[in-house]
């Protein structure tokens, strides 16, 4: 796993530029991506987000577009493996969320239950709460690595499956060391036995999204005297959009803080809990038309 600091100095006049313009240039894939959760086959391709302390890239051939994102920011970590993660892909460029892959899911969208020996559900980080650490985040998401969501328009439209059972697609999401690596595969245009595609060619620019889940408050429910509550998120998005004979789209949204208390057995919340912000980016990237 290459050093972050290492790689800022690399990608910081890139990261510059693409500010400037909104644009992201997409490289013409060089060499083997294997799709593994390592960015050790993206080079110095790789661009820092200072303000989310991240690394992102896209690479592209004729047939395939490649997403790499990376951080070692223990909050973002946690976010990303306890709230789920959604990539959104808008083929015309703005930031429509007409299509998107949720992974890892989040707990609310798993049902997810903690091992023996702990609460039954996931307990919110209290204000003065160092992040957890490595090794507990490395089981949590060992624990989610199988499932995951195609998400579209509206809420409801959601394709639940196992990452095996994918067509076309492919994405892994581990841990190198401390840092958190994501990595996605998607097929440009749709061909036999691959409903997912991007239906876009290489001299188009699109759109990019990231965005981490939230918490539906609705959905916790009480514990009794154990004061435990049910914490996840809704990021589902609708339209099964970029199946055959259909458009896509992509984007992020804004999200917010604040916090809430744990449910107690006789009713009412204690507060100081914190309540993360919900993590969003979202780029245009321009296409590499070949090498």
């Known amino acids: 796993m290459k050093n972050l600091t290492f790689l800022l100095i690399l990608s910081s006049l890139v990261f510059i530029n693409g500010c400037s313009n909104k644009i992201i240039q997409s490289h013409w894939k060089s060499g083997n991506i294997v799709i593994d959760g390592n960015d050790s086959d993206w080079g110095n391709t790789l661009t820092y987000n200072d303000k989310s302390n991240f690394l992102y890239g896209v690479q592209n051939d004729g047939k395939y577009l490649y997403l790499c994102f990376a951080t070692n920011d223990p909050d973002l970590e946690a976010n990303i493996i306890r709230m789920g993660l959604t990539v959104w892909f808008d083929r015309t460029g703005g930031d429509n969320q007409n299509f998107g892959i949720k992974y890892p899911l989040n707990f609310q969208d798993m049902n997810f239950q903690r091992s023996a020996g702990e609460e039954n559900q996931p307990r919110m980080r209290q204000g003065n709460e160092e992040p957890m650490g490595s090794d507990r985040l490395k089981s949590m998401l060992s624990r989610k690595q199988n499932d995951l969501e195609i998400v579209g328009r509206n809420k409801d439209d959601l394709t639940r499956m196992t990452v095996s059972e994918l067509k076309g697609i492919e994405v892994k999401m581990a841990f190198q060391n401390s840092t958190l690596v994501y990595e996605v595969k998607m097929p440009l ?3 036999p036995g691959v409903p997912y595609a991007l239906n876009t060619d290489t001299s188009k620019t699109i759109s990019i999204g990231l965005e ?32 055959e004979g259909n458009d896509m789209g992509g984007g992020d949204q804004g999200g917010g803080g604040g916090s809430y208390g744990r449910r107690r057995g006789g009713g009412g919340y204690q507060s100081g809990a914190s309540l993360p912000s919900q993590f969003s980016f979202w780029a245009e990237v321009k296409l590499a038309s070949g090498k």
């Open 189 to 191: 245009n749709f061909s």
């Open 212 to 243: 981490t889940g939230t918490i539906d408050l609705s959905k916790m429910k009480s514990k009794g005297d154990r004061g435990g509550s049910s914490i996840g998120s809704d990021n589902s998005g609708g339209d099964e959009m970029g199946t």
